[in-house]
């Protein structure tokens, strides 16, 4: 039966004369304890944050005085009672409501301030399954729910970072908050327990193995605002999921401007496609710019490295991204700071490095202190019209991969290991994708074209501008391995990469037309091999 509104108006302001506090993480509760008493408010209190507020010598009332009902089953039973949610969600100028209140005795309260159980925490630090089941609170969000309802009457503060408001309201209004005040924590209220569910069900599913649950829901906590979004007229921010997985939003800004709602993109990109390569086989280089590579190669030093890639395409680095998969030393740093770049990001980085990059004030660095692991499981998510699409991360590695040769002529080890290498990056490459590696360096890179034979052509004429900045006398296509991302459709993209001096080429296979394509490499003697696996990347 729907619930009829009795539209009794809300009260501009309402007199704070007793308050629940109920906290976790009691961070400045004893201070707003104090501050509440100080102004002659009534203090209700639970378990640790009683003990906390009297050790104090703060006169404190525990709950269950007010109950008559003592805390039972660990604690996990002692505010769901009539008497705690009756003085919450009591309409203060209904008449039954205060019938009720006065037949069962049970006293309004005022202020709610409540805090969660650290399920998130307990997630991310790898908790066994009895362990997060029993970090998930249960009576804090049932008051916090209860309190934001009746927002008419009853303030509810679930951060914090809001006691400093709240205290100010009350000495500025002779202990009172105003409605509007009290609207926005309940806003902020639903949203908190509405992000604290959303990874209760989450953890649910993945234990579970359950991979497309009947509900699903994404909840982010607020990292920062940002000045706008892709372009100045959007609004953004950044919100953090709790996804313990080292990268953009678990790095440590050393210097530099805030990073703009593009630059966190492209970051994430780059250290995802850089993690790719583990640094014991090397250190390595990604440059990124508008999410796609525009260069990545390996070396024998990491400044080798920084400069092979740097060399794939130098015109499209300006203001690009660079990740790198290893300490960023000096030698490295010395050479960065050459070409205006926004943000670098490595997994750490020494004191000689940091001085030299503190000469460009506004370049970003991040310090992460770890690679994320490509093979890791996960979720990635992206809204359309109405709709969220979910996805399983792509954590398919070409390492792990059955290689079928399906020409007469097999690749030599060399081409075998660009072969792997190009395929590597060209998962990280837009749709269509075709990239050509010679050497552990990228030669040419070809994104996001309608046409699959347009990324090859695209990609062989950035080989060729490149190779004149070099000063070389050919493109480093020319003994390359190519790869695709998805399978070759039709012989001419191959014929485009082949012209371009390409000698092996990778690709996933299962088109109709595989055959035409297999003989097309027979005969200019192109070594070709099948992964099986596509990468598709919109």
């Keep these: 039966m729907a619930v009829v509104s009795k539209k009794i108006p809300a009260p501009d302001k309402v007199k704070v004369k007793t308050a629940l506090l109920s906290v976790f993480d009691k961070t400045g509760i004893v201070e707003l304890a104090r501050a509440l008493s100080e102004q002659g408010v009534r203090l209700l209190s639970t378990g640790g944050t009683h003990k906390a507020i009297a050790a104090a010598g703060l006169a404190v009332t525990d709950v269950s005085e007010v109950t008559n009902f003592p805390e039972i089953m660990d604690g996990r039973v002692k505010t769901l009672h009539p008497k705690v949610h009756g003085g919450l969600l009591a309409i203060r100028d209904d008449a039954e409501h205060q019938a009720a209140m006065k037949q069962h005795g049970i006293e309004g309260i005022d202020l709610a301030v409540i805090n969660l159980y650290p399920f998130e925490d307990v997630r991310k630090a790898g908790g066994d399954y009895p362990t997060t089941v029993e970090n998930i609170d249960i009576g804090g969000p049932a008051m916090i729910r209860a309190s934001a309802k009746n927002h008419a009457y009853v303030t509810t503060l679930t951060d914090p970072a809001d006691y400093a408001e709240l205290l100010a309201q009350l000495s500025a209004d002779a202990g009172q908050t105003t409605y509007d005040f009290r609207k926005r924590m309940a806003a902020k209220a639903f949203a908190r327990t509405a992000a604290y569910d959303a990874m209760i069900s989450n953890w649910f599913a993945e234990a579970l193995d359950i991979a497309t649950p009947r509900h699903r829901v994404i909840g982010g906590v607020l990292r920062e605002e940002m000045r706008y979004g892709e372009n100045p007229h959007q609004k953004a921010a950044f919100y953090l999921t709790g996804e313990n997985r080292p990268g953009v939003s678990t790095a440590t800004l050393i210097q530099g401007k805030q990073l703009s709602y593009n630059n966190i993109n492209d970051t994430d990109a780059a250290y995802e496609l850089v993690a790719e390569f583990l640094p014991e086989k090397g250190p390595a280089c990604a440059i990124i710019k508008h999410a796609n590579p525009c260069g990545v190669a390996t070396g024998p030093s990491l400044v080798e490295a920084y400069k092979r890639a740097l060399a794939c395409d130098s015109t499209s680095a300006f203001g690009g991204i660079i990740a790198l998969n290893s300490l960023l030393d000096a030698a490295t740093a010395e050479e960065i700071v050459k070409l205006f770049t926004e943000v670098i990001i490595a997994p750490d980085v020494t004191e000689e490095a940091k001085a030299i990059i503190a000469r460009k004030p506004n370049l970003r660095l991040l310090s992460v202190g770890a690679l994320p692991d490509p093979r890791a499981a996960g979720l ?133 037309r595989d055959q035409e394509v297999i003989d097309a490499a027979n005969e200019h003697n192109v070594a070709m091999v099948f992964t099986g696996v596509r990468h598709f990347r919109h």
Excluded at 391 to 410: F, G, H, I, P
Excluded at 451 to 473: H, N, P, Q, T
């Design 380 to 512: 990635t998510a992206k809204t359309v019209s109405g709709g969220l699409l979910v996805q399983s991360r792509d954590n398919a590695l070409v390492e792990d991969m059955e290689l079928k040769v399906v020409t007469k002529r097999a690749p030599t080890a060399q081409e075998l290991e660009d072969m792997k290498f190009a395929f590597r990056v060209a998962k990280h490459v837009k749709s269509n994708a075709v990239v050509y590696t010679k050497d552990g360096q990228t030669a040419g890179i070809g994104a996001g074209q309608m046409s699959r034979v347009d990324s090859a052509r695209i990609a062989a004429i950035k080989a060729e501008e490149a190779a004149k900045a070099m000063g070389l006398a050919e493109p480093l296509t020319r003994g390359s391995a190519v790869a695709s991302e998805a399978f070759l459709p039709f012989a001419d993209g191959l014929l485009s990469a082949i012209a371009a001096g390409a000698t092996a080429v990778i690709q996933p296979g299962g088109s109709m």
